[in-house]
T-cell receptor, first 115, second 112 residues
Framework: GAVVSQHPSRVICKSGTSVKIECRSLDFQATTMFWYRQFPKKSLMLMATSNEGSKATYEQGVEKDKFLINHASLTLSTLTVTSAHPEDSSFYIC???????????FGPGTRLTVT | DAKTTQPTSMDCAEGRAANLPCNHSTISGNEYVYWYRQIHSQGPQYIIHGLKNNETNEMASLIITEDRKSSTLILPHATLRDTAVYYCIVRVATNTGNQFYFGTGTSLTVIP
């Protein structure tokens, strides 16, 4: 099956700084990628849909100026958490439908801790 | 918003079958039912999906009721490594992609 990687797997940053998380599709071209956020003991919450070459579509309640998404190539989407605060500490996961409309492949996730 | 409801938690004895129910009473005719699981601090792992027929693969079986308003995931011989949160998801297909909206999931604990 398709493989999706994320980098970094863990990151700790200070409040007020920005953090970039990368999501890569390793053996296929991903025109669409999804970004999720998961708080401890909670379910995954869809944040946005990232489309290669166009602006991301954000879910209701997600601040597009705070969570910047760039999908500049068919294998890479990035999520930048700007001016991070402790409440942004979460597990961020990306996914992509891959080459089939019936499946969705998830990355291993990135644990962000803002101190 | 998620279109599924699942029990919050379940226990299962090792070696026995684990039956995880899911209600999706508002499912549309062209929406699939997917099951994923998530082991702590990892990305979700695909298990199985189906439309209206029962499905089986090397991991599990999926039983969908005739009216499609509910389904059951069956792990035939649960092992300790099957301890995870299991998500039942109804796929919403849009022109921007096939978003998955996760519900609360069922936390399955396999007991030795």
């Amino acid at each position: 099956g398709a493989v999706v990687s994320q980098h970094p797997s863990r990151v700790i940053c200070k409040s007020g700084t920005s953090v970039k998380i990368e999501c890569r599709s390793l053996d296929f071209q991903a025109t669409t990628m999804f970004w999720y956020r998961q708080f401890p003991k909670k379910s995954l919450m869809l944040m946005a849909t990232s489309n290669e070459g166009s602006k991301a579509t954000y879910e209701q309640g997600v601040e597009k100026d705070k969570f910047l998404i760039n999908h500049a190539s068919l294998t890479l989407s990035t999520l930048t958490v700007t001016s991070a605060h402790p409440e942004d500490s979460s597990f961020y996961i990306c996914s992509t439908p891959g080459t089939s409309t019936y499946e969705q492949y998830f990355g291993p996730g990135t644990r962000l801790t803002v101190t | 918003d998620a279109k599924t409801t699942q029990p919050t938690s379940m226990d299962c004895a090792e070696g026995r079958a684990a039956n995880l129910p899911c209600n999706h009473s508002t499912i549309s005719g062209n929406e699939y039912v997917y099951w994923y699981r998530q082991i702590h601090s990892q990305g979700p792992q695909y298990i199985i999906h189906g439309l209206k027929n029962n499905e089986t693969n090397e991991m599990a079986s999926l039983i969908i009721t005739e009216d499609r308003k509910s389904s059951t995931l069956i792990l035939p011989h649960a092992t300790l490594r099957d301890t995870a949160v299991y998500y039942c998801i109804v796929r919403v297909a849009t022109n921007t992609g096939n978003q998955f909206y996760f519900g609360t999931g069922t936390s399955l604990t396999v007991i030795p």
